[in-house]
């Protein structure tokens, strides 16, 4: 047994070392769209389906608790999993497919970010958020695996964790969720005369 997890843990870190090789780029991309939506005064919207729904609940409450401060302000941001009441009474009504393009069509606004999370590429209902996100002039970000599955190339930015594995992904999702939202709440600390893409290469150095 003790042989099957330092597998498993040593897994898991051949991964995050094959991010380095190829995520870094894009992650640098998503942070200055999520920072330039704080900065316009928009908000982020999260949307995935089981683990990677957990995942949208766990970063949206970065965003709005303190993360690393309880004194500075919230940034708004939602998780489109969270409303009991409308995901069973649309998806009982109409379909599962459209709970989270419903959701974008109704609250999302131009200067918004929609961030959806689908370890295979392939979860409808998130497609069509981004799609949706698309039409209403939204930027969106898409966490994913290797292939991207349909969501390859639908979003603004798209970060493909190098693995197949469900589990791996969705450990580097958590992880890459969380660089996101330092980054994002690190905006506050812009000095003067810096960019945002500044300030993300900046933080990325200091990690």
């Not at 069973?88 to 709970?99: G, V």
């Not at 693995?163 to 958590?174: K, L, P, V």
Request: overall charge neutral; glycine content about 8%; charged content about 20%.
């Amino acid at each position: 047994m003790k042989n099957n997890i330092k597998e498993q843990i040593l897994t898991s870190a051949e991964v995050k070392k094959e991010m380095v090789k190829s995520c870094v780029s894009d992650i640098e991309k998503a942070a200055s769209i999520m920072i330039n939506c704080i900065k316009k005064g928009g908000k982020i919207l999260w949307c995935g389906n089981g683990g990677s729904a957990a995942d949208a609940q766990h970063l949206a409450t970065e965003l709005m608790g303190g993360m690393t401060s309880h004194d500075r302000k919230p940034i708004p941001s939602i998780a489109l999993t969270t409303d009991s009441s409308f995901l069973t009474a649309w998806a009982n009504d109409t379909d599962f497919d459209s709970i989270f393009s419903r959701q974008v069509q109704g609250i999302g606004l131009k200067d918004d970010v929609l961030v959806g999370i689908s370890t295979s590429g392939n979860s409808l209902n998130v497609i069509n958020a981004v799609k949706q996100a698309k039409y209403k002039g939204l930027k969106s970000i898409v966490l994913t695996g290797r292939s991207g599955g349909r969501l390859a190339g639908q979003a603004d930015v798209t970060i493909h964790v190098p693995s197949n594995d469900t589990q791996r992904i969705q450990e580097a999702h958590i992880m890459t969720g969380q660089i996101l939202c330092g980054l994002a709440v690190s905006y506050t600390h812009l000095r003067a005369h810096e960019t945002e893409a500044d300030l993300v290469c900046r933080l990325l150095l200091e990690k």
